[in-house]
């Protein structure tokens, strides 16, 4: 089974290649002749759109330079980064492009400074809908350490496609300053993240053997409770996050890489929050290299968007049993790649724009389910880790961040530590 998966990744790999026009080393290293490239961070690719306050999706960038603050959940010796233009309509040309260690905000650390080449070349054009890794550069990573990303963008790109909700501050400047160790040139700040999906690392005491597929990362999937809407920006309190500090600390140090989608749903496309779970996973998940489980949290959006309460457009209303369903097709889709993959019970929504008697038995019986089905290889209970004794349908106040729906630092917290790390 492991070969066939190789040379299944292996013939993938080499076609994407040519459907890009570039040599198969752009993209990732599949067999065991190379290095082992493990993913560490990342986040999941979103159309252009602005649905609550204003971003840079929509106009993109025109002689900018774009600078991104990531923080890394495992270490290695050598770097690359992944770029996309999944949902440009054009193509986005890099005209060049470095990694650093973080000093401070938009501020890098001297001599940490590397240009990053896409196939020995400075520059890249990536083809409207196209991904691509960069090479290898030779910056040594820390775990929970922080990487700055720094994209020259000479011409006009078009509608940019980006991450929404980064709960993370990314800097831009007129003018090329991919080289700068200052931070004075980048005058204007967004919260989100723009063509930037991923960051790899090879080599270092996770790495095993030589040219070894060490796989024990962990993806965690999901919608805006993944991807920690109510937490603190920039300071790293989402739970996947929270869950990989929490292995470090127990001796079980792995990455844990976080695709969720802020107002993703299962099985309804949405012009805001992303491709449906069902199309995604795929793209986001079974890319990632390195992965042993994934984590699936996603379901509350399919029940509470088709009401008229919520602040976003409505969806069709979704029944427990079609949800059930998307999460059987997620389950396939993750063991066909040799995952293992745990489900996660729906949070708590009583007190939210979300909540109604008719969608809390769809939360309960889709709830039941997780628990008591044996679908999933294992179950982690955030619904029972963060409810409130006194009344189970809703969040504890203190791990609300004050909507009633979303947890704050202390329930992700809380979240993390509800994750059997054996089970991992």
């Known amino acids: ?18 459907a890009l026009g570039l040599a198969p080393a752009a993209l990732a290293d599949t067999g065991h002749q190379g290095p082992s490239w493990r993913a560490t961070w990342a986040a999941s690719p979103q159309q252009p759109t602005a649905p609550f306050e204003p971003n840079w999706s929509q106009q ?4 900018h330079t774009l600078r991104q603050v990531v923080r890394v959940t495992t270490g290695g010796t050598r770097t690359r980064i992944e770029l996309t233009n999944r949902y440009g309509s054009t193509p986005l040309r890099i005209t060049g492009a470095t990694v650093a260690r973080t000093e401070k905000g938009s501020a890098v650390r001297p001599g940490s400074v590397r240009p990053l080449r896409f196939d020995g070349r400075p520059s890249v054009t990536i083809p409207a809908g196209g991904t691509l890794r960069s090479d290898a550069a030779d910056l040594p990573v820390e ?19 980006f991450h929404h909700f980064s709960s993370a501050t990314s800097y831009r400047a ?15 700040s967004s919260a ?25 990362g962990v993806v965690t999937f999901g919608d805006s409770i993944t991807d920690g809407v109510g937490s603190t920006a920039n300071t790293d309190h989402r739970y996947p996050d929270e869950l990989a500090e929490r292995l470090a600390a127990a001796g079980r140090a792995r990455a844990v890489v976080n695709h969720g989608i802020a107002g993703n749903q299962v099985v309804n496309d949405t012009s805001w929050a992303g491709e449906k779970a069902l199309k995604r996973f795929r793209q986001d998940v079974l890319t990632e290299p390195g992965v042993r489980t994934v984590i699936i949290l996603e379901g509350i959006n399919d029940i509470g968007g088709s009401g008229t309460d919520a602040p976003m457009p409505p969806t069709p209303e979704v029944s427990a049993d079609r949800l059930i369903a998307g999460h059987r097709a997620l389950i396939r889709e993750a063991r066909s790649r040799g995952l293992k993959v745990i489900g996660a019970t729906l949070t708590p929504i009583k007190g939210s724009f979300y909540y109604s008697p008719a969608n809390e038995a769809k939360r309960d019986a889709v709830n039941e389910w997780i628990r008591t089905s044996g679908a999933y290889d294992a179950v982690v209970d955030f619904d029972r880790a963060v409810a409130d004794p006194a009344d189970p349908d809703r969040m504890l106040r203190a791990y609300d961040s004050g909507d009633a729906l979303h947890p704050n630092d202390a329930g992700y917290t809380a979240m993390a530590g509800a994750v059997d790390l054996d089970e991992l």
């Open 60 to 63: 993109g960038f025109d002689n």
């Open 143 to 161: 775990a929970f350490g922080s990487v700055t990303v720094t994209l020259y963008l000479a011409g006009e790109t078009g509608p940019a496609t």
């Open 192 to 216: 989100s993240w723009y063509y930037l999906s991923g960051v790899e690392v090879t080599g270092g005491r996770d790495s095993g053997s030589p040219g070894s597929a060490r796989r024990n």
């Open 174 to 188: 007129d003018g090329d300053h991919r080289a700068d160790l200052s931070g004075t040139a980048f005058r204007e």
């Open 1 to 18: 089974m492991h070969t066939t998966h190789t040379l299944r990744r292996a013939t993938t790999a080499l076609l994407t290649a040519a």
